[in-house]
Nanobody
Framework: QVQPVESGGGLIEPGGSLRLSCAASGGSFNHYVMGWFRQVPGQEREFVATISWPGTKTEYAKSVKGRFTISRDNVKDTVTLQMNSLKPEDTGIYYC?????????????????WGQGTPVTVSS
């Protein structure tokens, strides 16, 4: 079974940029939709971005559209979330997930393999 492994989180000032990466361990992301979600303690996990297989379609949450970019490298079997113009409200644990199908999905229920998460803190 595939295990997504996230990296790249950290502490960043408002207006800054971070690049999150997600690598496949024990399996592959190929042929499946991939998504990024985030969660703040005490709140529900929320959708951030999704990319179809092989990467022709993307969708974003309204709160990040125009600032975040999701992409995938199907040779390296990785997914990346480029986050620009970060705001304090972007703070949270960011999770990478592999879905059950190939098309984009904003629904948590579509995703059945989740990483452990990487923390992002946007603060001055």
């Amino acid at each position: 079974q595939v295990q997504p492994v996230e990296s790249g989180g950290g502490l960043i000032e408002p207006g800054g940029s971070l690049r999150l990466s997600c690598a496949a361990s024990g399996g592959s992301f190929n042929h499946y939709v991939m998504g990024w979600f985030r969660q703040v303690p005490g709140q529900e996990r929320e959708f951030v971005a999704t990319i179809s297989w092989p990467g022709t379609k993307t969708e974003y949450a309204k709160s990040v559209k125009g600032r975040f970019t999701i992409s995938r490298d199907n040779v390296k079997d990785t997914v990346t979330l480029q986050m620009n113009s970060l705001k304090p409200e972007d703070t949270g644990i960011y999770y990478c997930a592999r879905g059950q199908y190939s098309t984009t999905s904003t629904s948590i229920a579509t995703y059945n393999y989740w990483g452990q998460g990487t923390p992002v803190t946007v603060s001055s």
